[in-house]
């Protein structure tokens, strides 16, 4: 978006992301996130981690987990919850595009909300289906293009809406995403995101593998 947005709005935006969501993670959000979550298994990292909502939802067990963001602003919120929490959580400062682990490197990747925003979804799938082993697992929760009229609108507003909201695509089109890369989705529910507006309601959360 530009060092300026990123030095003034986007800063203004991680500040505040979490207050922003509030209301939306207690009606629902949060805990469709632990359900999906809950699949988690072996070595897990969280692509896209942000300030880190997914945070105490997934499950005990694990191998390890890993967080990535690129974001600074959303880093230093991460961090200092981290930090806080004492979880035992190694946290990365990488895009989702380039990730810098070896192939086949994780048993579970996840994106939650996450796909809408980051500048080539292609890759970022790409780059999932790389360091997952054989055998490895995608979970995802995403807000996702509508049908018909509301995707009109959502394409009419995908310019302003992605100024507002950081970078956000509200008509990112994220299962056929799935569907054209070197994944194969497993299971997809469909559903909404609970106190979000009407650009951002349509939400999808499931799992996908590696193409054998």
Known sequence: MGRIYDATWGRFFSTFY????????????RERRREV???ARGRTIDIGAGTGANLGLFPDGLDQIVM????????KRLRNKLAEAGAGVELVEAGA???PFDDDSFDTA???????T???PSAALAEAARILKPGGQLLFVEHVRGEERLARWQDRLERPWKFVADGCRCNRDTIANIEA???EIEQ????ELPKSPPLVKPLVWGSARPAE
């Not at 997809?188 to 559903?191: A, F, I, P, Q, S």
């Open 18 to 29: 979490d207050r922003l969501l509030e209301g939306t993670e207690e009606a629902g959000l």
């Open 188 to 191: 997809v529910n469909h559903g």
């Open 110 to 116: 996840v994106f939650t909300l996450v796909l809408c």
């Open 97 to 99: 595009e380039s990730l």
């Open 181 to 183: 890369s070197p994944l």
């Open 118 to 120: 980051v500048p080539d």
């Open 68 to 75: 990535a963001e690129p974001d600074p602003h959303m880093t």
């Open 37 to 39: 979550l809950s699949r």
